[in-house]
């Protein structure tokens, strides 16, 4: 089993940047790779940036350039960078983490609304 608790979601002006973090229950090293996905009403969870445990990463063309997943393995912890937010980047964000035998396990989520 693993937990994941998120933190760092908010209101925040078109242009600004946040950080989202997720706090794991265990070892990042025990982990195959970690991820941040969104999911906005009406529409599916969508993958947003991930990152293998060898730190090879992953973004979604919607971000690239806007945002950077990194971890610190010290305190099991991943974040999500987000700078240049838009209107189109509110949603739920989720923390996943994938094991070695390719077991999901989810955060709660944590609800980021950029205004116009």
């Known amino acids: 089993q693993v937990q994941l608790v998120e933190s760092g979601g908010g209101l925040v002006q078109a242009g600004g940047s946040l950080r989202l973090s997720c706090a794991a229950s265990r070892s990042l090293f025990s982990l195959k790779a970690m991820g941040w996905y969104r999911q906005a009403p009406g529409n599916e969870r969508e993958l947003v940036a991930s990152?293998?445990?060898?730190?090879?990463?992953y973004y979604a063309d919607s971000v690239k350039g806007r945002c950077a997943i990194s971890r610190d393995n010290a305190k099991n912890t991943v974040y999500l960078q987000m700078n240049s937010l838009k209107p189109e980047d509110s949603a739920v964000y989720y923390c996943?983490?994938?094991?070695?035998?390719?077991?999901?396990?989810w955060g709660q989520g944590t609800q980021v609304t950029v205004s116009s």
């Open positions: 990152m293998s445990t060898s730190g090879i990463t």
């Open positions: 996943n983490v994938v094991t070695f035998i390719s077991t999901n396990y």
